[in-house]
């Protein structure tokens, strides 16, 4: 079964600053999806990004992007130029892509504080 | 754009008290699922529905039923509530079985189990 870690149980960073948040998985599969979710205090849960496993280019939406190692099965989440705003909750969640499964397997999650 | 609603958004219930917590989606997504979120853990998948009239357990499915009316609805229930139920219930959609669709998800329901 796959599994995904998020190592960072907290972290902070100073507003206008870049900060980098942690992803591990483990699987024997080739082709599957990555996401990071965004979970501010309202709860609601917010796509950030999403990368497929077999593009070797990082995805990036505007101040966000990914450092994904397929190799060293890492996905970490570099946030630019931070904004109070971004203050949340993220978790990074792994999806097969075989064999029909439409689950997600999310990690634990990392609080992100944005200090003004 | 009302995307996946889920209702009631907070709820405390009795030991040994039903519920069912509703969700519907307006996005005409085949794929159904309902999490729970509890505190230190990511969301885990309660059950899901890949399509209508078809339904699967996911990691932890004991002590719930679901229900998938039609396309648009996906009703999770609690036949006798335990304390050990007490959590965050998110709702979610896709347009499965294409894997390329992220979920959609609800803003939740806070359940309490006295």
């Known amino acids: 079964a796959q599994t995904v870690t998020q190592s960072q149980p907290e972290m902070s960073v100073q507003e206008a600053e870049t900060v980098t948040l942690s992803c591990t998985y483990d699987?024997?599969?080739?082709?599957?999806?990555l996401f990071w979710y965004k979970q501010p205090p309202s709860r609601q849960m917010i796509l950030v990004i999403r990368?497929?496993?077999?593009?070797?280019q990082n995805a990036t939406e505007n101040r966000f992007s990914v450092n994904f190692q397929k190799a060293a099965k890492s996905f970490s989440l570099k946030i630019s130029d931070s904004q109070l705003g971004d203050a949340a909750m993220y978790f990074c969640?792994?999806?097969?892509?075989?064999?029909?499964?439409?689950?997600?397997?999310f990690g634990k999650g990392t609080k992100l504080t944005v200090n003004p | 754009n009302a995307g996946v609603t889920q209702t009631p958004k907070f709820q405390v219930l009795k030991t040994g008290q039903s519920m069912t917590l509703q969700c519907a989606q307006d996005m005409n997504h085949n794929s159904m699922y309902w999490y729970r979120q509890d505190p230190g853990m990511g969301l885990r998948l309660i059950y899901y529905s890949a399509s209508e009239g078809t339904t699967d357990k996911g990691e932890v499915p004991n002590g719930y039923n679901v229900s998938r009316l039609n396309k648009r609805e996906f009703s999770l229930r609690l036949e006798s509530a335990a304390p050990s139920q007490t959590s965050v219930y998110f709702c979610?959609?896709?347009?499965?079985?294409?894997?390329?669709?992220?979920?959609?998800f609800g803003d939740g329901t806070r359940l309490s189990i006295l």
């Open positions: 969640a792994y999806r097969s892509e075989q064999g029909g499964s439409e689950k997600l397997v």
């Open positions: 979610a959609s896709s347009d499965g079985p294409g894997l390329r669709q992220p979920q959609h």
């Open positions: 990368q497929e496993a077999y593009k070797q």
């Open positions: 699987t024997s599969e080739s082709d599957y999806y």
